[in-house]
């Protein structure tokens, strides 16, 4: 779907997922900081275009009269910020484990694909639960829980394109003509597993934002009034009935932030066939 | 025609031809495989074990929930120590190592009841969601995946379209959905409980959208790899028709590796199976659970945990039996 | 003529899944002199790439020595292994996979050099020039090259440290036939300029006969036959190395009658075996080749590990 | 209370009636069940010895008559002829076990052991007469035995101990679902209803939608927002002052600037409390920025003044107190997330930086009865199971290691000497003045005394409540 | 440059196919079959390949693939179909036989295979030729059986298409086919999965398939180009006997020279997407006409003692999309001149025919020190 030389597939995507992350970290500001205060006196008012709606809340107020359209970008902040964050925490950790197994090999590799096998065996989310009910659900803690939710693929994606570059016989001639190994991952092996590895970020991030918003929803997400997509879901359900935009707009948010995110990976992944093999295999598409 | 005598008609692959104690060999090689890994998983499982049994107790006290809002202190203190509460964590550690290997998880704290028992007993439900959700994506993500791959244009892109809404929409918000739409609005199904058939759609349907994406996905990618590869050409070339093709060469060998995937998976789901028990209340492991942790029933949680992980080494040790029987190469390929 | 490396009893196994023991190269000797090609024939997987490795020191043997101009070198000193690698380069049979799709000709015809933080005494457009391509590919990536092209920058990329042994590992089998001939002619071109010795890899008797000087044939990880390449070609001993040329297509139609059967199927290499390696395939074993291991033995210029050969 | 039943329908007998709930008892044995979510259950198949009536008076229940012998003595007359479940006869000695068992020092039934604490022991007078021995004076010893259920002893150890209440359980699934049925030879049977089943739905919206579809009958615990968009559809909402009230503790120990008066003050005029019961009660409870205890408590005083919302007054204090930007972060528990985020919305308009930690119950518990790691605290303090301020133990003196959550020596004294007083007048005196200083002191954030919600399907005529807002499930009116 | 004239012919895609092709200029089969029937009466051939022309692609912007193949496959005879990599040669076969993978079409030209006219055909049709009428034999003998199937249960289901009943019932036939190819112990290998065979079984059984219902006409795509070299014999000598000893039709296809002159009768040679000679092997072989078979003949390694120089054509033979208009061999041809820019005429002979402007004129095409590198 290249047209004018613009790949629409790539650009499109990233431009909503930039757009979602301006809007979500500027547009409270602009707002200001009145929007997303209580109002209990406006509470559960329409979007703008339904009878009933109040002036200056576009898409509504939840039920402590909150503008629905602060307290979306509000929560995005915080849903894309642990996306992200634990997408690129899971990345980075899942390259230095992939490239120590798949380069080095040896019980390096036994040991960390045996962890992560079994790590993959067992359900996250219940040792999520027990996680954030113990040290508690701020956002860093949040970016090191769900680090440890997405770590696995990243490994396994690395360690195999590392496993297979360093029987390239390329790597092989390098190493003939004597490089070291640092040598050979820096020049031979990194510029293999990064595209690879932005591929699995883009899908990682979408992961890891559904995950987020599932333990927000399950009442383990950020201390309220701070919003997160998740728990306004969460604290909407109730209203679905008679005030649905309080569900519908995260909801939303969340959809297009996975839908945008997922795109750009297999936008990214038709882009750089290295290692493309590699991670349809073991890429949750 | 030809008389050609062949010594020993072996195989250039290393392996690859049995010689007469093979068979014997390869059960053993694969008895010992599926017993260490079985032993790896049960370690680990005593890891996890080990620590939510720390997490868990670090972070609340199910003697504040039995002794109550209005409790005075000294009765606080007085439930706790009939609890045992009061031993240091490193004693209450290994009197639990040493239940544990008896399998005697104990008494839930606030129901008295087996902890065990209570984890057993909610699990045939998540089983029976589970199964369900796992025929429903087979079912209905197979012939997706089909059309994915096969379809016409307009086909391959509502079909397409379909399963990227479904992988994006995260389960707890498709579960909220169904309520509104099935219990709410049409009043088709019951918005809540389980035992009944009717109380199994919707927490299937939340549960199997995403996998059903999935395995369409795989499906199509699976076939997309195998369409190119000379065996199919080989069957059209006998005569085979364009069905046939694909139903008996094309999915056959597509679908070990999306079993494989579905097996992996299994955890997935019940994470998944997690968020659905409690938003329908429906009475499996997982909202058992959920409602342990919340409540520091310890005894209940390990026991859930224990079940689970025991469930999930079973299932990946007869899975993988399982993708032996289906597909003859792994067991070369893994040997 | 010296001989520039001198392979002498290697042998390396391989333990595969199962607890199985691989014998890839057993009991490998031969010598190669500056200026000539030793040509290694054999059907796949019985060890030729192995025993390739092993002579440029990319892997370890497990049993036997390799000396370089007389040397026996080390495998231990770290230095005596640069100083051999450096004497040694490698060209793989595929060229597409022997350069990174991430630099161009000219990075990769460097990178030795740079690995080494060396200046060769001939810059890349020498390098280019020697093997006839246009210093203008210089910034080209591997994927705007031809197949005939690429092997040609491999084999620049082997000539940047000044080799005195190019190690050729079925250099031209994934070649088109009429680029085939043309590297073959540019290796026997460069031979003749820069006096190198070829320890040159292929399972095709044809390709082989035309730039060897020496011939081994290798049946299951051990050379079976050796000698001249004349003499292999026009009298083989070894029934094996007669089977292999009965197996060469007649090129000109109706130019030979019916010839002799080939039959079965090479061992594996698994397989735990006493007496001769090619005793279930040959039409001439007898007792003696099922229990006893036919040793070494010469026959005028030629070397056959054979019960019956004379 | 009570539902507005239409005259018109027609009432029918031997209905069935299913009851949601978020949470059902843990528990089929009373003395094991926690809390007052347990005692929907508890409160149809069991007796207590005396019962609050619907005025909150204390009635005749398994006893007809009591009489205080001296100070720490007093004995209960038995009524004659009940029988439990099981087919056994009730007698003074089966009471007495009762006693016993409770007080056996069994960490499961710490609950009601902790209810009925100041009970040293009970006997055996005769048959029909049991005698129950305080250790200290105990001015509600009365309200106490309200909470003993009385269990057959022949099945304490059974799977479904029995009861003489007018239903008897005949399944049960733990934590989920309790099916009851009707114990004819009860002494409270009636008619009108034969089969009950409690049933547990965590989650509200799943809830409401139950109630909507016909699947329970009344539903407990349903958010107010919900429950008031329900009865544009046809469902009632019987609401009943509960004996509770709304309050956020504001602990000194944890932010020391909670010890300015001026703090608490701005506080308690931060919140505007009709909105408040309005907006995050759905009107079901009323305004309170006074005392602790409502009208009709023993105690109450209604010449209290009352907070009055006051932002510009309350944003001076702050700034007078140099405290603006001050985090005040509110522990509570998932049921009470709603309410406290309110809470802190209202403090956030005033200059603090608030936000809500919800806490599991069984970390707040010992965060409330004992140490807080947060300044604030929000909960609802249940005085109705006993119907007086001895039940609001935390308000008064500090064991070791306990954080006060009111500082104030003189109020925690009268504390300790209301418990003992038999003297009645005596004791309201005390109590009023205990309301005063907390009054003055603004020593917690009062915000309401609600009511507990009960909402009702259109085939529910009538739901009767007793004195402690429980329902009577015996005596619901079902209409066809 | 890629002839644009050529490569889309304006009325290509409206109207019926086999109508344009007559509208075409005969080509010289065309022409020559025609005399056939004249004479001799009417031979059905094996298979008659006629202007074939295939593309593949985006259809508004399509590659094409195959232009104007003409090929005959005379009744028992064993016609060999050589050129290097990337000349069309496996699409040009498979197309015929509608096997061709997803997005190549023919554009033009017809495929009779014992007079069953199969471009344009319904599925029936071509169900019941292949494997009936044709039987078919891939490069690599392992991906081309379905790794999850036994073998005799593959080779019982050609049976069954053919014959109905149902896979079981074919069990004698599966052992005869098996020993037929020279399978050890068939009744035992019929049980057995690919993956537990050597390659030359597997080729073996694959050329087993290929045979199962008898058919008129075996093509083969580089049936041993996969195999070890002394396999290679064996499998050579499978397909001999099926074709001469069995009088059956094969067309092999093959970049092996050697090869084609042990098998077959007539050779093909195609280069960019044409037949550029054609003719009995014998005479094609000793008198090659067109320079580029010249130049292959000369390329090829011969068995044969002493050290020598290779006979290497410059250049490399060029891929669909930028085939040079005109003569597409002239940027690589010792003898072009200006002519060759434009299409070269067919020049035939008695026994065969060419597509130079200069035919049989070089004495030797090979250039010494040929390095295309400079092009
Ligand atoms: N790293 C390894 N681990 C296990 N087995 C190996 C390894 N490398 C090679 N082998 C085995 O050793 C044997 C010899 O391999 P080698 O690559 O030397 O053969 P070859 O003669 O070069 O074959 P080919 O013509 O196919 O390249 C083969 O059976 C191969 O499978
Ligand atoms: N589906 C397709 N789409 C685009 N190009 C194709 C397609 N199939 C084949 N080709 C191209 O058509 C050309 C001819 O392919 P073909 O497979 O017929 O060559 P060949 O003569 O059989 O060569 P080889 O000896 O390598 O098998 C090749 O360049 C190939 O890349
Ligand atoms: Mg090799
Ligand atoms: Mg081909």
Redesign the pocket.
Known sequence: MRRRGIDLRLWVPLGVLVLTIVACFVGPMLLGPEAGQQALGERLAPPAWLPGAIDGRPLGTDAFGRDMLTRTLEGGQVSLQVGFGAATGAVLVGMVLGLVAGYWGGWCDRVIMAGADIWLAFPFLVIALAAVAVVGSDIPVLIVLLTLGGWVLPTRVTRTIALRVRSEDYVVAAAGAGASDLYLVRRHVLPQVLPANLVVWSFTVGALVVIEGALSFLGLGVKPPTASWGNIIADGTPYLQTAWWIVAWPALMIVVTVICANALGNALRGRWNAGADVIDKEVVP | MTEMTEGVVASVDPGATAPPSAGRGRRGRRARRLGAMTVRLLLTLLGLLTLLFFLVRLSGDPAGVLAGPSATPQQLEAVRAGLGLDEPLLAQYAAFLGDVVRLDFGTSVFSGESALGTALGALPATLVLLVTTMLVSVAVGIPCGVLLDRGGRVTRAVVGTSMTLAQAVPTFVLGILLIYLFAVRLGWLPAFGSGTAATLVMPTLALATFAIARTARMVAAELEQVEDQDFLRTAAAKGASTRRVLWRHALPNAFPAVAAALVVEISYLISGAVVVEVLFAYDGIGKELVDAIFARDYPVVQACVFVIGVFVVVVNVVGDGLLRALDPRIARARA | MSPVIALEGLAKGYDIAGGARLTAVDDVSLTIAAGETYALVGESGCGKSTLARMAAMLTAPDAGQVSWSGQTVSQQRRSAVRAVRDHTQFVFQDPAAALSPRLTVEEAVSEPLRIRRRTGSRSVADLLDDVGLDRSMGRRYPRELSGGQRQRVVIARALALEPKLLVLDEPVASLDVSVQAQVLNLLADLQAEHGLAYLLIAHDLAVVSSVADRIGVMYLGQIVEEGPAGDVVTTPRHPYTQMLIASVPAFVPGERGERPRVVGDPASPTERRTGCAFATRCAFATQVCLDVAPPRRELGDVAVRCHHAS | GGGDGDADAKSVDDASVTIGSTAISNSLDPAAALSSVGRTYTKQVFDQLVTFDEDGEIAASLATEWERVDDTTVDFTLRKDVTFSSGAALDAAAVVANVERVLSGDPAYATVAGRIATVKEASEVSPEVVRVVTSTPDAILLNRMTLLDIVDPATFDADRPAGTGPFQVTGYEAGTSIELTRFDDSWRATDSVKDLTIQAIPNPATLSSALRTGEVDVAYGLPADVATQLEGSGFTNVHKPAGSSAITSLIADVEPALADVRVREAINLAVNREEFVDAVLGGFGTPNGSQLLQKGYLGYDDSLPSYEFDLDRAKSLVSEAGVEGLELPIATTALFKAPAEAVAGYLNAIGFKSEVVVQDLSAFIPTLLMKSEYPLLYWQTDYYDLRDITSVSRFGPTAPGQQAHIPVNEYQDLYASQSGELDEAKREAQIKQMAKILNDEAGVLFLAWTDNLYTVAPRISDLPLSGDSLVRAEAITVSE | MVDRRLARPDDRRHGDLRERARQRAAGPLERRRRRDRQGGGPVTAALEIDDLWVE??DPDDP?V??RGVSLTVAAASVVGLV??????????C?ASLGL?????RITGGSVRAQGIELVGADERTLMRVRGGVVGTVF?DPLSSLNPLQRIGDQIAEAVMLHHGGRRRSHHARVVELLAKVGVPAPEQRARAYPHELSGGLRQRVAIAMALANDPALLVA??PTTALDVTVQAQVLDVIRSATRDEARSALI?T?DLGLVAEVADRVAV?YA?QIVEEGPVASVFQDPQHPYTRGLLASRPVLAAGRRRLGAMVGRPP??GSWPAGCAFAPRCPVATGACGEAPPIRTSDQGWSRCWHPGSGETTATSRAEEGAA
């Open positions: 593949a692609g590659l693939l195959v050129g290097e990599s990337g000349s069309g040669k496996t699409v040009t498979m061709a993978g997803r997005g190549v490069q795509d580089e296809v970049h195609m997407g891929l669909p």
